[in-house]
């Protein structure tokens, strides 16, 4: 079992030639805030439904108050995972969000039907979108029975700081995030690979696509938002036998 602090051997060299030295921690409650602004700067800008959000003038778009709440709930077990680089003044650079979930009626075909809003991207609120492609990726598809398991961990939120990109440190939180599903006695890893860099990491780790979706194809509301999101094409829904 991996016990944290942990100092990563990943070579990091920013521009100024200096090399990084890069601590994983195991996020605590009280840095729940902390990790919610590097998510904002770091994860949404790039997570192909949050794109969105660009269109969107709302308060709830440019900081979604239900991510942040998902965060604070995940911090308050020892399970998500930051990067601090203690030569920038231990600011993150890096962060698993890491859910565990036992097997009960909650978690099985969830299906909470979503408001109709107008079909302009302009005008859908983003929260709503993304609650109808994460529902249809997830439709039928049952984690618990596929990998003959009664706890499962959900690896929620995958996000490094562009500095940092192209150096392993995804790849090393996902590792590590195995590592403790595996302690935590969890039959399967699963993940809502929304974003093409999330679904390309987790491929490495020979992760399962259960289900996915076209985003050039996916009609919400009688249009076609997500048809031309830079970067992205496709959603994953993946798992993993642990």
């Known amino acids: 079992m991996v016990t944290f602090p942990l100092e990563l051997e990943q070579l990091v060299t920013l521009d100024n030639r200096q090399q990084q030295r890069l601590i994983a921690h195991i996020a605590r409650p009280d840095e729940a805030e902390e990790i919610f602004e590097f998510l904002l700067h770091h994860f949404f ?10 269109y969107d003038e709302s308060e709830e778009a440019k900081r979604p108050e239900w991510i942040e709440d998902i965060v604070r709930d995940c911090v308050k077990t020892p399970h998500s995972l930051l990067v601090r680089d203690e030569q920038r003044h231990q600011h993150i650079v890096a962060v698993a969000i890491n859910e565990f ?9 969830p299906s909470e039907p979503y408001a109709s809003k107008s079909s302009n991207p302009a005008q859908i609120p983003v929260g709503r979108l993304h609650k109808a492609v994460l529902e249809y990726i997830n439709r039928d598809v049952n984690v618990f029975d596929i990998y003959k398991t009664d706890l499962k961990m959900e690896l929620s939120i995958l996000a490094v700081d562009g500095l940092y990109a192209r150096k392993g440190l995804a790849t090393k939180l996902v590792e590590l995030s195995l590592g403790i599903a595996r302690a935590e006695g969890a039959g399967a890893v699963w993940t809502e690979a929304l974003s093409e860099y999330t679904a390309k990491v987790t491929s490495k780790f020979g992760f399962d696509i259960l289900r ?21 094409s496709v959603g994953h829904l993946m798992a993993l036998k642990v």
């Open 45 to 54: 800008p790039l997570a192909p439904i949050r794109q969105l959000g660009l």
């Open 101 to 109: 979930q036992r097997y009960n009626s909650t978690d099985v075909n």
């Open 212 to 232: 996915t979706v076209n985003y050039y194809e996916f009609k919400f509301n009688g249009d076609f938002p997500l048809a031309n999101i830079p970067g992205h």
